[in-house]
């Protein structure tokens, strides 16, 4: 992408970069986020887990103001062309993100009840998964804000080991589950651990999409997303 | 806070109670006022000029506008009014010799004195010949008053009109004493008749002390119709001339005393004709009304007949000439100039030309029309036709640059939006644009027409000063236009003209009214808001 | 990465597909302009642009000031021949038929091809006798009926025919501006045009009125081809629905106007609708 020239109008170029700013602080919020839940869930801290959890707030309160500018914006400014797809762009990826603090927080609050259960292995798995979406997550961002088409598609694709690595995950964790019924408590949790690692995942994919969107002004289907094939059974 | 604010406010340079800045704008709004007086000033100044010059031509002009009518009742004897016939109209029309008879025959009998003193000439001269010429016509266009007595008005002669208007001298007038005694007496061999009352005329004494060690003059006594000259005086007895009336007439009242601050050959009036209109007046026969004859008249060498109809006929029949060429042809040549021509060098130069030809000086225009129109046509001369023409030439630049202006001033859009709906180049023009430009057209040619009507330089050159005593009939007849008149009765020898000329350019400055306001009039009735 | 992973992504790429959007290419071409060149004197207005105008569809041509857009408008109509030093190459064709061709002669062109100001230029006549003006010198009209009916007709088409039947014998310069706007739409589309040209129409109306002429634009555009230069892009986007953007003369980009204002391919294009133009 060719160097921004800037507007004619100043005051629309201040808070269209004001705005991305805002997205990739949330960002990285998030990424904290789904960083400091691993590491919680791996040492069993509770209180990294609450901090977390208490994270989330920031994260929608930067959501609502991201909202209520773009609100302002699109009234007052008009955007056009490239300048609407960032607007629109920064809307959709705000409510992603939050989708995504969301989802961190869910994995914070699994901490206290998989404390003491015996899963080890299984946690190692989702601190792997975790650092793959963290990276992903991380990826999508810098595509953001270097509005870089190439990066958002290698991150779009890039969901497929993920997809992969929660298949194994759940494969792993049930057979533990069948092996000690004990452990189908704290295995019911991880499952759903995996999952929203699995969701998080998603969501970077369609932030992928929308950078891209924004990017190219071309849109990238789902369904030619290459996707691993569900487990069955 | 206070305290830390206020300095920096007042060291504002902006601020609005600063000293500096108030005494700025002090000086700001004198300049203005002072430039307002100005403009004030220079408008006050052109009024008063404008006053004093309506001023100084229309208290002229009054005078003109009435004059002093000598009242006859007249025998119309056949044998000589109409001695060639009463049927014969056209002799009785032209008999002007025959009324005039009648006319010298009734002053002859009212003052009998002349003849005695063989002044008949001098008496006669209180009525020109010519004033009995509408008394002619009047006779020939009804033969039957033949026989009858005409009570007919024949304007006085020009000089003791202006003599009983005050413009010959200033007079003094005042009232003698009582007159006890007349009579009489023989003095160095001249027979005199002397007035006789104690102390009743110290006055005159005095005053023609004055006139003697002065430039000379009148002092005439007049009672009733009976009026003498005097010669020498006392406070108690005067001797003086009899000039007319009887001696009787004095005895007794006191007598009206004119002192005429001006010798008798200083003037165009005797002290004989003096006291006979006086006489007339006396007896009634002197009327002052309005001078109907400066309007109905043509030309004379008469002052007191001549008038500005032959020469408003003249204009009119020039002016109609000069419209049918300057309107049509200048309103044509804008049209193509405005809307059609291509703007390139040829067009230029003709623009140019335009605007100087408009600028040429008219007696330039005058030589013109001597040389093409009457040498090398050889059109009559001094006809309103070639006056018009050339008047025409003159005026088309006007016409020309007024109704460009006014095709010009038409917006544009109008031009796109008759083109946008498919009309043609021409039909725009015709529907269009000329309907809005015509208020500026007609304005345009009215001021032109206006300044052509007030033109009088090339009509000298093409003849049209000439003598013109009749009424033009039609545009190749002779005739001569109203700024040629006023030139022409400007140079004329004899004071009454000075009035009449007065006159006529109040006559020609009402012609130019008209024609402006009648401009102002189109302007605003047919102005259209787009 | 890998061969398999390198040709895995060029399918990917090719199979990212646009969603076509609000179509106008099922309409035939209107008026197809092939190379046209405009020059005043000499300097040249126009370089060498070529466009397929499609019918029944409003086409916007946006532009910064001085970017040739009324010119070339201007040409479809032959308006630039009435300026004596402007100088038009290259060829249009309305129905297939060149209108630069000798044999046309553009008095007749523009009963075909009306047009609207930017100033609402109503003649100072009566409302009745602005819009009878054209179908008089057409000869469009034989009697005072049909008369009668074919201004009725336009005024209603034009929306102004309730506000003004009372009143038709009233001047039309006494009308407010959007009314007189409409007016001269009425009167344009009073000679059965086929294509109707509009030169910053709402550019001296406010935004009520705008808003008229832009609904009443819409509802024109299911019996006209409509042409509108304007300076607004926001009603270009409203209105048209194809956009081309001039810029220097020349046609940069031209395009469904949602793309245009989406998804524009031109750098300059892009710069000009955002705002970051200079």
């Known amino acids: 992408m060719r160097p921004m020239t800037t507007h004619i109008v100043s005051a629309f170029s201040e808070e269209l970069e004001h705005l991305s700013a805002d997205i990739l602080r949330m960002g990285g919020v998030a990424e904290t986020m789904i960083d400091q839940a691993c590491t919680a869930l791996v040492t069993g801290d509770q209180m990294l887990a609450d901090q977390t959890s208490e994270m989330d707030d920031t994260v929608d309160a930067i959501e609502v103001d991201v909202e209520r500018r773009i609100m302002r914006l699109l009234a007052l400014r008009q955007p056009m062309a490239t300048d609407l797809r960032a607007v629109v762009a920064a809307l959709k990826v705000a409510s992603e993100l939050e989708r995504i603090g969301d989802l961190s927080k869910n994995i914070a609050k699994r901490v206290a009840p998989l404390a003491g259960a015996d899963v080890s292995s299984a946690i190692k798995g989702i601190e792997r998964m975790g650092h793959g979406v963290k990276q992903q997550l991380h990826s999508v961002l810098d595509s953001y804000s270097e509005a870089d088409a190439e990066l958002s598609l290698k991150v779009w694709s890039g969901d497929e080991d993920i997809d992969q690595h929660y298949n194994s995950m759940f494969r792993e964790v049930l057979t533990y589950m069948m092996q000690d019924p004990s452990l189908i408590g704290a295995g019911t949790h991880l499952m759903f651990i995996a999952k929203n690692l699995e969701r998080i995942g998603d969501h970077c994919t369609n932030v992928a999409e929308i950078v891209h969107y924004q990017v190219t002004g071309t849109y990238l289907t789902s369904s030619a997303r290459p996707k691993a094939p569900l487990l069955e059974g | 806070m206070t305290d830390q604010t206020a300095p920096t406010r007042a060291t504002r340079p902006s601020s609005f109670n600063d000293e500096a800045a108030k005494k700025r704008l002090r000086k700001r709004n004198a300049a203005e006022r002072r430039f307002k007086f100005y403009g004030m000033a220079a408008i006050g100044v052109a009024l008063a000029f404008l006053v004093l010059f309506v001023f100084s031509i229309g208290s002229q002009a009054l005078t003109a506008f009435s004059h002093h009518k000598i009242k006859f009742d007249l025998p119309l004897t056949a044998e000589t009014v109409a001695p060639e016939g009463v049927g014969d109209t056209a002799a009785i029309a032209e008999n002007v010799s025959g009324f005039y008879q009648l006319v010298r025959e009734n002053l002859a009998e009212r003052f009998p004195e002349a003849a005695a003193d063989g002044r008949e000439r001098e008496l006669n001269d209180l009525v020109t010949r010519l004033a009995v010429l509408p008394m002619a016509r009047a006779t020939a266009e009804n033969p039957g008053r033949i026989g009858e007595t005409f009570a007919y008005s024949a304007a006085l002669s020009d000089d003791l009109d202006l003599y009983l208007k005050g413009a010959v001298a200033p007079e003094t007038r005042f009232k003698s004493g009582p007159v006890t005694d007349v009579m009489r007496t023989l003095q160095n061999g001249e027979k005199r008749i002397v007035l006789r009352g104690d102390g009743a005329f110290d006055r005159i004494v005095s005053e023609q002390a004055a006139l003697r060690s002065g430039e000379g003059g009148t002092i005439l006594l007049q009672s009733e119709t009976s009026i003498a000259r005097l010669i020498d005086s006392s406070p108690d007895g005067v001797s003086v001339e009899l000039l007319t009336g009887d001696l009787a007439g004095f005895d007794g009242p006191r007598a009206d005393v004119r002192v005429i601050p001006l010798a008798e050959d200083a003037r165009n009036v005797t002290d004989r004709q003096i006291a006979w209109t006086l006489a007339l007046k006396e007896d009634g026969r002197l009327s002052r009304g309005i001078n109907w004859a400066l309007l109905s008249n043509a030309d004379s060498t008469f002052p007191e007949i001549a008038g500005v109809l032959a020469a408003i006929v003249g204009s009119l029949f020039t002016m109609l000439i000069t419209a049918m060429i300057a309107i049509p042809i200048g309103i044509s040549a804008a049209i193509y100039l405005e809307e059609y021509a291509p703007k390139n060098r040829v067009t230029d130069l003709i623009e140019v030309n335009i605007n100087n030809l408009a600028a040429v000086p008219s007696i330039v225009f005058g030589l013109l029309g001597a040389a093409v129109f009457l040498n090398f046509l050889a059109l009559p001369r001094s006809a309103p036709l070639v006056g018009g023409l050339v008047l025409g030439l003159l005026t088309l630049p006007t016409v020309i640059i007024a109704s460009r202006a006014a095709l010009r001033s038409v917006p544009p859009s109008i031009r796109s939006a008759a083109l946008g709906v498919g009309a043609s180049k021409t039909q725009t023009v015709l529907h269009h644009v000329l309907p809005l430009a015509a208020p500026g057209i007609m304005t345009g040619a009215i001021i032109g027409m206006a300044r052509a009507l007030g033109e009088t330089a090339p009509l000298l050159l093409i003849g049209m000063v000439a003598f013109v005593a009749e009424v033009p009939s039609g545009p190749t007849d002779e005739a001569t236009a109203l700024p040629v008149l006023i030139f022409k009765w400007s140079t004329g020898a004899e004071r009454a003209w000075e009035p009449n000329t007065a006159a006529a350019i109040v006559v020609l400055l009402t012609f130019m009214v008209l024609m402006n306001a009648l401009a102002v009039f189109v302007r605003r009735r047919f102005e259209r808001r787009w | ?278």
Request: net charge negative; charged share 25%; aromatic share 6%.
């Open chain 3, 1 to 278: 990465m890998s061969e398999t992973e390198n040709t895995r992504k060029d399918t990917l790429i090719s199979q990212v597909t646009v969603t076509p959007s609000a179509d106008t290419s099922g309409y035939a071409t209107k008026v197809d302009c092939k190379h046209i060149n405009v020059s005043y004197g000499d300097k040249q207005a126009i370089f060498d642009i070529s466009m397929a105008i499609p019918e029944r569809s409003v086409t916007a041509f946006i532009g910064p000031s001085g970017c040739g857009k009324s010119t070339f408008l201007r040409c479809i109509n032959r308006m630039n021949d009435t300026i004596e030093s402007a100088k038009v190459e290259g060829q249009i064709f309305i129905d297939g038929e060149d209108v630069n061709s000798d044999h046309i002669d553009p008095v007749l062109l523009r009963s075909r091809v009306g047009m609207v100001f930017q100033k609402p230029n109503p003649f100072p006549k009566s409302i009745y006798d602005n819009i009878a003006y054209g179908p008089r010198i057409h000869g469009i009209a034989t009697s005072r009926t049909d008369l009668d009916e074919i201004v009725e007709t336009s005024l209603t088409r034009a929306g102004l025919w309730d506000e003004v039947k009372d009143r038709l014998t009233q001047p039309g310069t006494g009308l407010s501006g959007g009314q007189q706007q409409r007016l001269c739409i009425a009167r344009a589309i009073a000679v059965s045009p086929e294509v109707i040209l509009m030169d910053e129409p709402c550019s001296a109306l406010d935004p009520i009125a705008t808003a008229r002429i832009e609904e009443l634009i819409d509802e024109l555009r299911e019996r006209f081809c409509i042409v509108i230069v304007t300076h607004s892009m926001q009603q270009a986007a409203r209105v048209s629905q194809r956009t081309a953007f001039f810029h220097l003369g020349k046609l940069v980009e031209y395009g469904d106007t949602e793309t245009v204002f989406t998804n524009p391919s031109d750098d300059r294009t892009s710069d000009y609708i955002t705002g970051r133009f200079g």
